[in-house]
T-cell receptor
Framework: GAVVSQHPSWVICKSGTSVKIECRSL??????MFWYRQFPKQSLMLMAT?????????EQGVEKDKFLINHASLTLSTLTVTSAHPEDSSFYIC??????????????FGPGTRLTVT | DQQVKQNSPSLSVQEGRISILNCDYT??????FLWYKKYPAEGPTFLIS?????DKNEDGRFTVFLNKSAKHLSLHIVPSQPGDSAVYFC????????????FGTGTSLTVIP
């Protein structure tokens, strides 16, 4: 199946600093990638939809100036958490849709990035 | 507002028996449903899906049933194996684009050897 990677897998940063998380589709092109956030024992919450070559679409309640998304190529999307605070500590997961016919509805998820802000 | 709900946070089943995981949704516009399996500290992996034009889809040991009138779907795993122990999320999307997936809160399945 399609493979999506994320880097880093785990990051600890100090409050007030910024952290960049990369999401790559390794063996397919993804015009659309998605960023999710998961709190312990809770559901995956969609934060934003990342579209190659255009601005990301953010879900209600997600601060676009705080969570900067850049979809620079068909295989790479980045999420930058700016001026991170302890409440931003969470598990961030990206996914990418394989545009190949027959896979349109399926999203392939990355392994996730655990962010801890101290 | 949780549009997709998994009311059982956990389930324990004996190896070899059937595991039944349930999912309810509220949005009648949902037309595509998926089940994902997730291990701790890993991303979800796609398991099986079903379109609203069907009421059953089977793939090996996994079968998903859809009851549109009840807005309910279930995942059956038979026979259950210890390696099936994980958190299972159901997800739903609406429309041809299927841009947004709504996830349930997950059910943690433990298969006891």
């Amino acid at each position: 199946g399609a493979v999506v990677s994320q880097h880093p897998s785990w990051v600890i940063c100090k409050s007030g600093t910024s952290v960049k998380i990369e999401c790559r589709s390794l063996d397919f092109q993804a015009t659309t990638m998605f960023w999710y956030r998961q709190f312990p024992k809770q559901s995956l919450m969609l934060m934003a939809t990342s579209n190659e070559g255009s601005k990301a679409t953010y879900e209600q309640g997600v601060e676009k100036d705080k969570f900067l998304i850049n979809h620079a190529s068909l295989t790479l999307s980045t999420l930058t958490v700016t001026s991170a605070h302890p409440e931003d500590s969470s598990f961030y997961i990206c996914s990418a849709r394989d545009q190949t016919a027959g896979h349109f509805h399926e999203q392939y998820f990355g392994p996730g990035t655990r962010l801890t802000v101290t | 507002d949780q549009q997709v709900k998994q009311n059982s946070p956990s389930l324990s089943v004996q190896e070899g028996r059937i595991s039944i995981l349930n999912c309810d949704y509220t949005n009648s516009m949902f037309d595509y449903f998926l089940w994902y399996k997730k291990y701790p500290a890993e991303g979800p992996t796609f398991l099986i899906s079903i379109s609203s034009i069907k009421d059953k889809n089977e793939d090996g040991r996994f079968t998903v049933f859809l009851n549109k009138s009840a807005k309910h779907l279930s995942l059956h795993i038979v026979p259950s194996q210890p390696g099936d122990s994980a958190v299972y999320f159901c997800a739903a999307s609406a429309g041809d684009t299927g841009n947004q997936f709504y996830f349930g809160t997950g059910t943690s399945l433990t298969v006891i050897p």
